[in-house]
């Protein structure tokens, strides 16, 4: 499995951007579907996107479509969640997770589906 490290995590005012990273390694990164979830205190973690093998896929949650942007650098085994327009109701961890999939597959939208996970990033939208 692979080993999955987070950063880029802050406090940041509403309206504005962060990119989260991933670091991958432990594995061959390009034999893994890639994707993004969060989890605000008391809440269930949720999906937000996911990312082929090849990066030509994507698939958005409802909730970050038209704001968020996921992507992949197979060469620097590295997943990024480009995120705009931030809310408070943006303010949660925020998980990578790797799933051994090399199909053009993107709809995972369920954490059990994943069996890579990172330690979080907090990321913090204020007003």
């Known amino acids: 499995q692979l080993q999955l490290v987070e950063s880029g995590g802050r406090l940041v005012q509403a309206g504005g951007s962060l990119r989260l990273s991933c670091a991958a390694s432990?594995?061959?990164?390009?034999?893994?579907?890639m994707g993004w979830f969060r989890q605000a205190p008391g809440k269930e973690r949720e999906f937000l996107a996911s990312?082929?093998?090849?990066?030509?896929?994507?698939h958005y949650a409802d909730s970050v479509k038209g704001r968020f942007t996921i992507s992949r650098d197979n060469n620097k085994n590295t997943a990024y969640l480009q995120m705009n327009s931030l809310f408070p109701a943006d303010t949660a961890v925020y998980f990578c997770?790797?799933?051994?999939?090399?199909?053009?597959?993107?709809?995972?939208?369920?954490?059990?589906?994943?069996?890579?996970w990172g330690q979080g990033t907090q990321v913090t939208v204020s007003l």
């Open positions: 432990g594995g061959t990164f390009s034999n893994y579907i």
């Open positions: 997770a790797a799933r051994r999939d090399s199909r053009n597959s993107i709809f995972w939208t369920e954490p059990r589906n994943y069996g890579s």
């Open positions: 990312i082929s093998w090849h990066g030509g896929n994507f």
